[in-house]
């Protein structure tokens, strides 16, 4: 296989290829592949699927190729993406998201200029709330490659949670016009659905179609629009994902004492990534457990004030202090914009008593909170509720 990697970048050398910019995934010196058969375990890998169970047969495959041939740095690229899936994704938590960020770095450390290896870092950095890191890896690497699709997706992943929705939009529409069917543009769709565009949400799904990423993501879409039949009808095709198993219970108006046990598990998934916790609080909120989607939110908000300003989609970070510390490492103009943004929002919201409310999931025509304003503290933040467009 090595050899007959050579034939071909040997053939191309004076085609057409030399004349366009490397991709996302390459580099300008290149790392070289040393094992045949690490090199052949590695290209197997790439056809592997990325939902939970085959993902983790991939990381196996790739952690033996890194093994045989540990100084190729695409292998452990990606080896840090299959981690970081089933970190996020499944059940690996937080150790796999630790080897997940180990991982790029060893890639990034063996090939400097390997690109794919650094955007991977830099969105794991947003993840835990590192978004000054990210935005400056990923402003750099556009000064030196404005043409790369990735790049720009990745800009779109830092502004999109700093809550800089239009912004972030425009970076995933350039990133997919470079790259066109680019897969892991998919997550581009939460920026739009969160700005209420359901239609552009579900064309940047399709970028993934019949994957368990996109499927859970369409349930959320059909949630939000009231359509809870057809959620019904699409959550009961994803398997392995314990957030949909409690979307499925209140959906059947299961018993509370079932609903409180499949509440549970779905707390146990990947909460560190600010995103799925709102998810999580989403449902518990259709769920009518509104108190617990509180709490959900509100664990959130006392971690760090700055990181609830421009990580936490929640709204709740609204009425934060930023302490003075914390706002030397935030971008101001991204504070000045954000507050812009918060004002002139048109955002549905809810606020929640203090009381535990009785389980009511709802209807196919969920009732809807008028936007509304409080001069309540983060520590009882208000939730973001789905909105219905039927009805």
Known sequence: MIAMREQVLSRISTGLIPALR???????????PKSEEGYDLFLRSAAVPHDPLPNKEAIKILERAVGLDPSYAPAWDALGQRYYYDAAYSDGGQAAFDRSSAAFERAKALDPNLISAALNLSVNWVERGRLEEAYAEVAQLLKRRP????????LGYVLRYAGLLKESQHECDTALGLDPGNYTFRSCAVAFVQDGNYPRGMEYLALDAGSHWSKRNEVFILLRRGRNAAALEKVRTINDDPRMRLVEGCLEKRPSSEIAELSDGAHGFSLSDPEIREGTAEIEAFCGRNQVALGCSVKQCKIDSARILLSIPIRCFRHCAIPPSSKKS?????????????????????????????????????????????KRSCNEADISVFRSEEG
């Not at 490397?22 to 070289?32: C, I, K």
């Not at 043409?147 to 990745?154: S, Y």
């Open 22 to 32: 490397p991709t996302a995934g390459s580099s300008e010196t290149g790392s070289q």
């Open 330 to 374: 935030v971008p101001q103009q991204w504070i000045a914009k954000r507050s812009s943004w918060l004002t002139g929002a048109s955002i549905l919201s809810e606020f929640f008593s203090t009381t535990e409310s009785t389980p009511t999931p709802a209807q196919d025509n969920p009732r809807l909170s008028k936007p509304t304003r409080s």
């Open 147 to 154: 043409e790369n699709g990735p790049a720009h997706f990745a």
